[in-house]
């Protein structure tokens, strides 16, 4: 049996343009699909569920899930007052940077190929590893080589929930996706900021990006404000019939699009 690369490297050149990945979804052998993503050197195959890789850590979907279980368990032991007093161990950190690293390939992977929906579930998943490491992470290195792609993250899980929107053509609800989006990395920023005494935080033209993408689709959609940002401006000037009016409205939509 052939197990070198020849013919998969030879009939997917690795030419990409600036900033693209290259990747697409094929059938395995055994009926399955996989995500296959180029690189220079090779290729990288995926699992289009469950961990990346395909494997099962210690019995548990993901690694994040062990965690979880690890941290629960621990918590209740005596001598430790709650499960926020549990703190990683370095094997453990190691292994989480793993999957940190397996689940950026597959969302960037998914992005490429529009799947959107495929993204945002990926992108949650990695900001939830995040949430863990933060809280349980012990160094504060460790925790800040983490914390410093958490604005890439949520620039990713906004562009592909604007694009789903967009593709529901649901404009108005693209620009609140936004509006949302550039509030939590603006607090990202800000965090950022505070924690580590910095004057610039990681990836500074993503906020920029996001607005950048808003006026866009206020301009080819002729959208000046939305239901949201209108109620928005009804409370601020205490105009409280307008309100009330708006989040009727506001919640007939919600009702029509379940």
């Not at 690694?63 to 007052?81: E, F, V, W």
């Not at 370095?90 to 529009?114: C, G, K, M």
């Amino acid at each position: 049996m052939r197990r070198d690369l020849d013919d998969v490297i030879q009939g997917w050149p690795y030419d990409p343009e600036p900033g693209e990945v290259l990747a697409r979804e094929i059938r395995a052998r055994d009926g399955r699909t996989v995500l296959q993503v180029r690189i220079e050197l090779g290729v990288l195959q995926l699992e289009v569920g469950g961990r990346p890789d395909g494997l099962r850590p210690h019995g548990f979907l993901t690694y994040l899930d062990y965690l979880r279980h690890s941290a629960a368990s621990r918590g209740l032991a005596p001598g430790l007052k709650s499960i926020t007093s549990w703190s990683m161990s370095e094997p453990q950190r190691n292994e989480t940077d793993r999957e940190f690293i397996q689940f950026y390939h597959r969302r960037v992977a998914w992005l490429s190929l529009r799947r959107y929906d495929k993204a945002v579930f990926d992108a949650d998943h990695t900001l939830a590893l995040m949430d863990f490491v933060r809280r349980h992470g012990g160094e504060p290195d460790y925790i800040a080589s983490h914390e410093q792609f958490r604005g890439l993250v949520l620039f990713h899980r906004t562009q592909a929930l604007t694009a789903i929107a967009l593709e529901r053509r649901k404009p108005e609800e693209a620009i609140d996706i936004l509006r949302d989006g550039v509030e939590r990395l603006s607090d990202h920023q800000r965090a950022w900021w505070t924690d580590h005494d910095a004057d610039e935080s990681p990836n500074p033209t993503l906020i920029e990006q996001l607005r950048g993408l808003e006026n866009e689709i206020r301009k080819n959609f002729s959208v000046e404000k939305t239901l949201r940002e209108q109620l928005d401006e009804a409370v601020a000037s205490e105009d409280y019939e307008a309100a009330a009016r708006l989040r009727d409205r506001i919640r007939a939509q919600a009702r029509a699009h379940r």
